[in-house]
């Protein structure tokens, strides 16, 4: 290639990189667009799936591998958890997280003890900002199901289905 041939493709290549950087600099700056709520509700949606609360909350999530529409997610589990402590459900928590406030779950998930199989100690050692996104992803999500199954006292037979624990659990 001669040297001039070489100078027209640089300046060529020169002009396309400039314009290039013209039209992204007129381009809204994209990662800057999400509000401070919307991540910290994103990072609601992290926690919440990998803390595992939809393996109970969400209705069919266990036993489907987790292919529960976002409609259905937490909205509390009609599966009953039957053992020495009676038979429990899994709380519908879109239902729960409209009558309480970001304050009163915060205060609430240093302190909570449920019966079992609700892992509270999980919980109870969660840093205060991973509380207040699970509480702002949650509520976020609006209103939705029915209330979960009421609790059945110990010896009492729940109806089907539900999951029964051994009487001796250790
Ligand atoms: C292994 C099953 C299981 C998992 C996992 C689980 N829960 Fe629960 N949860 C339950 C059950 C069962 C109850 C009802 C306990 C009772 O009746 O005492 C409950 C109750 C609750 C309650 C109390 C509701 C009320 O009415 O007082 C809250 C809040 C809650 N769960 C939040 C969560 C969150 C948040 C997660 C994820 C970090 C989670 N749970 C994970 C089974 C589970």
């Not at 909570?112 to 100690?121: D, E, F, T, V």
């Not at 969660?126 to 992803?137: C, L």
């Amino acid at each position: 290639m001669r040297a001039r041939t070489i100078f027209r493709v640089v300046a060529a290549l020169s002009w396309a990189a400039l314009s290039a950087v013209a039209i992204a600099g007129d381009a809204p700056a994209r990662p800057s667009t999400k509000t401070a709520n919307e991540n910290e509700i994103e990072r609601g949606r992290y926690l919440v799936a990998i803390s595992g609360c939809h393996d109970c909350h969400t209705p069919g999530f266990l036993a489907t591998g987790g292919k529960a529409p976002q409609k259905e997610w937490l909205t509390g589990g009609v599966m009953g958890w039957r053992g020495p402590w009676g038979t429990t459900y899994p709380a519908n928590l879109r239902l729960y997280f409209q009558e309480i406030n970001e304050a009163q779950w915060v205060q609430l998930a240093r302190e909570i003890r449920r019966r079992p199989p609700m892992p509270y100690y999980s919980l109870n050692s969660m840093s205060e900002a991973d509380v207040r996104s699970i509480y702002k992803f949650i509520n976020s999500l609006g209103a939705a199901g029915k209330p979960a199954p009421a609790f059945v006292t110990p010896g009492k037979v729940p109806p089907q289905p539900y999951v029964q624990f051994p009487d001796k659990l250790k």
